[in-house]
């Protein structure tokens, strides 16, 4: 750049811009603007975590009536095969419920013996015990992603008043429950093919009880194997969450 004394003997300062020069930065600006990550200011706060990078607000789970988010790539890859124990653990409670469904309907239909409020018991089971799991299976999830202690020190809870309650529908003969025990028990004088499929369907549903109490037991002793650090105390569980 061209120089001009400012005074006789002064020091030599850079002479003004001419209009050629300007027009010329101007076109460099132009053809080479900065990027957007210098402009914006940069963030004071940002997430972090395993589980930052999830949109929890997301509603996509169960498919037919998203009330949760769940998407299992998200998920990190130490913590997917845990989570998928979890997830199968929900589909045990809601299967045999199913079953049970279905067989207390084909007895009532097909037989004399079986009351019509042994079917609403049974449909009952079926739309309070599921939601019951996934509201479980989400605390679990989200307090071994996120993760939040107080949240799996919930899920702990749950699911074992879950496995506790698979060991009594396993069992017990009461009602419209075909525990193991109602093979001993005098629950329904049938005879012939009706007989056969009700023992088929009493073993079914008993072994089906019993695979998710296992599994419970399985997810409660995984989670208190993790070891969770929370951020504060609103997250803090009244109790250790890892033994």
């Given at each position: 750049?061209?120089?001009?004394?400012?005074?006789?003997?002064?020091?030599?300062?850079?002479?003004?811009?001419?209009?050629?020069?300007?027009?010329?930065?101007?076109?460099?600006?132009?053809?080479?603007?900065?990027?957007?990550?210098?402009?914006?200011?940069?963030?004071?706060?940002r997430p972090s975590g395993p589980g930052a990078g999830i949109h929890w607000e997301d509603y996509n789970y169960p498919a037919a009536f998203p009330l949760i988010h769940f998407d299992l790539p998200e998920v990190p890859l130490k913590h997917?095969?845990?989570?998928?124990?979890?997830?199968?653990?929900?589909?045990?409670?809601?299967?045999?419920?199913?079953?049970?469904?279905?067989?207390?309907?084909?007895?009532?239909?097909?037989?004399?013996?079986?009351?019509?409020?042994?079917?609403?018991?049974?449909?009952?089971?079926?739309?309070?015990?599921?939601?019951?799991?996934?509201?479980?299976?989400?605390?679990?999830?989200?307090?071994?992603?996120?993760?939040?202690?107080?949240?799996?020190?919930?899920?702990?809870?749950?699911?074992?008043?879950?496995?506790?309650?698979?060991?009594?529908?396993?069992?017990?003969?009461?009602?419209?429950?075909?525990?193991?025990?109602?093979?001993?028990?005098?629950?329904?004088?049938?005879?012939?093919?009706?007989?056969?499929?009700?023992?088929?369907?009493?073993?079914?549903?008993?072994?089906?009880?019993?695979?998710?109490?296992?599994?419970?037991?399985?997810?409660?002793?995984?989670?208190?194997?993790?070891?969770?650090?929370?951020?504060?105390?609103?997250?803090?569980?009244?109790?250790?969450?890892?033994?």
């Amino acid at each position: 750049a061209p120089f001009r004394q400012s005074q006789p003997g002064g020091m030599a300062v850079p002479a003004a811009p001419t209009a050629h020069g300007g027009a010329a930065a101007l076109g460099r600006s132009a053809r080479d603007p900065r990027p957007m990550t210098a402009i914006l200011p940069e963030p004071r706060v940002r997430p972090s975590g395993p589980g930052a990078g999830i949109h929890w607000e997301d509603y996509n789970y169960p498919a037919a009536f998203p009330l949760i988010h769940f998407d299992l790539p998200e998920v990190p890859l130490k913590h997917r095969r845990p989570v998928r124990l979890l997830n199968m653990a929900l589909f045990l409670t809601t299967l045999p419920c199913l079953a049970n469904l279905f067989s207390t309907f084909v007895l009532w239909a097909g037989t004399d013996q079986v009351p019509t409020s042994w079917l609403v018991q049974s449909f009952l089971h079926l739309i309070l015990l599921p939601p019951t799991a996934l509201a479980t299976f989400y605390m679990g999830y989200r307090g071994l992603v996120a993760p939040d202690p107080l949240l799996a020190h919930r899920f702990q809870l749950a699911q074992l008043a879950l496995a506790v309650l698979s060991v009594c529908f396993a069992l017990l003969p009461l009602h419209c429950v075909n525990g193991l025990l109602t093979l001993a028990a005098s629950k329904l004088a049938l005879a012939g093919s009706m007989r056969v499929y009700w023992s088929v369907a009493v073993v079914v549903e008993s072994a089906l009880w019993v695979l998710s109490a296992c599994l419970g037991v399985v997810n409660i002793a995984q989670l208190r194997r993790m070891s969770f650090l929370p951020e504060s105390s609103y997250n803090s569980p009244p109790m250790k969450a890892q033994p």
